[in-house]
């Protein structure tokens, strides 16, 4: 009887993570913008950028993979998925390490966010230089949306069915390594538009 009572209830909790991540995803591509104090965050990197010169790219974000496959590129905001929730990051940041989740790592440079799906790893800023070590990474711009869709419901398919606690956990892992690839390709396209 306690099985049965789990069960709607395991699929009520994947169903809100899959909406939730859904609207996550059209926040992020409607460029709504958080407030922090009364002042949207935007206004606050703006003010930063301006104290950095003309590109504002101040922050120097290397991420790097255990394949050795990485990207070093100057920007002037960063937005990681970090185990806790999202962690932004300015020029400025005092030193600090964070472990980071399965998600989108989003960073601003020359104006226009590029957001780059990390599958977990550690994050560690000092003198205005973040470093991200993750398992694996792929930029937005390889990921097709249709497949990143077919993924979603796979994963979530798969989520369902899984009886034990490793294939339940297993597939949390599909479902979130998808939502975040479906995140990434909704991004791109609403920065298309």
Same mark, same amino acid.
């Given at each position: 009887?306690?099985?049965? %009572?789990?069960?709607? $209830?395991? =699929?009520?909790?994947?169903?809100?993570? #899959?909406? +939730?991540?859904?609207?996550? *995803?059209?926040?992020?591509?409607?460029?709504?913008?958080?407030?922090?104090?009364?002042?949207?965050?935007?206004?606050?990197?703006?003010?930063?950028?301006?104290?950095?010169?003309?590109?504002?790219?101040?922050?120097?974000?290397?991420?790097? %993979?255990?394949?050795? $496959?990485? =990207?070093?590129?100057?920007?002037?905001? #960063?937005? +990681?998925?970090?185990?806790? *929730?999202?962690?932004?990051?300015?020029?400025?940041?005092?030193?600090?390490?964070?472990?980071?989740?399965?998600?989108?790592?989003?960073?601003?440079?020359?104006?226009?966010?590029?957001?780059?799906?990390?599958?977990?790893?550690?994050?560690?800023?000092?003198?205005?230089?973040?470093?991200?070590?993750?398992?694996?990474?792929?930029?937005?711009?390889?990921?097709?949306?249709?497949?990143?869709?077919?993924?979603?419901?796979?994963?979530?398919?798969?989520?369902?069915?899984?009886?034990?606690?490793?294939?339940?956990?297993?597939?949390?892992?599909?479902?979130?390594?998808?939502?975040?690839?479906?995140?990434?390709?909704?991004?791109?396209?609403?920065?298309?538009?």
């Amino acid at each position: 009887m306690a099985r049965t %009572s789990q069960v709607p $209830a395991a =699929i009520l909790l994947l169903t809100a993570g #899959v909406l +939730l991540a859904r609207h996550v *995803g059209e926040v992020f591509c409607s460029g709504a913008r958080p407030m922090v104090r009364g002042r949207s965050v935007s206004s606050l990197a703006l003010q930063a950028e301006k104290e950095g010169g003309e590109s504002g790219d101040r922050v120097l974000l290397k991420v790097l %993979s255990p394949e050795g $496959a990485g =990207i070093s590129q100057s920007c002037s905001e #960063v937005i +990681l998925p970090s185990a806790s *929730g999202q962690l932004g990051v300015l020029a400025g940041h005092a030193p600090m390490m964070s472990a980071l989740d399965i998600g989108v790592l989003r960073y601003k440079q020359g104006g226009v966010w590029k957001p780059l799906v990390v599958m977990g790893g550690f994050a560690s800023i000092d003198s205005n230089t973040l470093s991200v070590l993750v398992n694996d990474f792929e930029t937005a711009d390889k990921i097709e949306m249709d497949q990143a869709k077919e993924a979603m419901d796979e994963a979530t398919k798969r989520l369902e069915k899984a009886d034990s606690k490793k294939d339940k956990l297993d597939a949390t892992q599909m479902v979130k390594k998808a939502a975040a690839r479906l995140q990434a390709a909704m991004f791109m396209t609403g920065a298309k538009k």
